[in-house]
């Protein structure tokens, strides 16, 4: 925990971006009657049933001290699938950067052995410097923050299919980016250690 905490102090460089990835599942759900459209002083209606269509995957990758996020839209979550995200981001998003100072969870798949199961050992981990979450700590992942603003500005409502889905998240990133909404992070090391001071050794001395 500490060790993630320590990054997020550390100023902003162009050549050494903090990327924080992560990625969720979206339901796809089609409506199996026309919903009534809105009128003056009624909301729009929809029928109860609905059909469901299977799930999409999507991986975020976040560049919090620059507000630069953007979503990748795929139809597994394989080990494989992930390695092919992380080298999007070294090679589309990052190519100038020395090293990208990488932050992810303890997803069975966001580990360094996918790379490695995905690519030679000497492309695995190229320019990357990796900082896990603890296991129960994801919420430390900023990427996590930021894949709940976009569950609730544009994935809670019903979308019947990837084809759908993928223009529509591309329109929530845009102005995200133009904008540049970037998350101001808090929470130190001191503050974990009063505030969670139960999961820490306790070392009697004397």
Not at 70 to 86: F, G, N, P, Y
Not at 132 to 156: F, I, K, R, Y
Request: glycine fraction near 4%; include cysteine; aromatic fraction near 6%.
């Amino acid at each position: 925990m500490e060790d993630g905490l320590e990054v997020y102090t550390r100023p902003y460089d162009p050549q050494r971006p903090q990327v924080c990835v992560d990625e969720t599942s979206k339901q796809l759900v089609a409506e199996t009657r026309t919903p009534i459209p809105a009128t003056p002083g009624q909301p729009q209606r929809v029928d109860d049933e609905y059909d469901r269509r299977g799930t999409a995957n999507l991986f975020m990758s976040f560049e919090p001290l620059a507000g630069k996020r953007h979503v990748k839209v795929t139809e597994r979550r394989t080990a494989v699938d992930v390695a092919e995200r992380l080298r999007d981001v070294v090679d589309a998003h990052y190519p100038q950067a020395e090293k990208i100072v990488l932050v992810m969870d303890n997803l069975n798949t966001h580990k360094p052995a996918s790379l490695y199961e995905a690519f030679p050992p000497a492309e695995a981990r190229r320019r990357l410097e990796i900082h896990d979450t603890p296991t129960p700590g994801s919420w430390l992942n900023m990427a996590e923050t930021e894949l709940s603003v976009l569950a609730a500005q544009c994935l809670d409502r019903r979308i019947p299919d990837a084809t759908t889905l993928t223009p529509e998240v591309a329109a929530w990133e845009g102005p995200r980016n133009v904008s540049k909404c970037r998350v101001e992070w808090r929470f130190t090391t001191q503050d974990a250690r009063i505030k969670l001071k139960r999961l820490y050794p306790s070392i009697q001395l004397g």
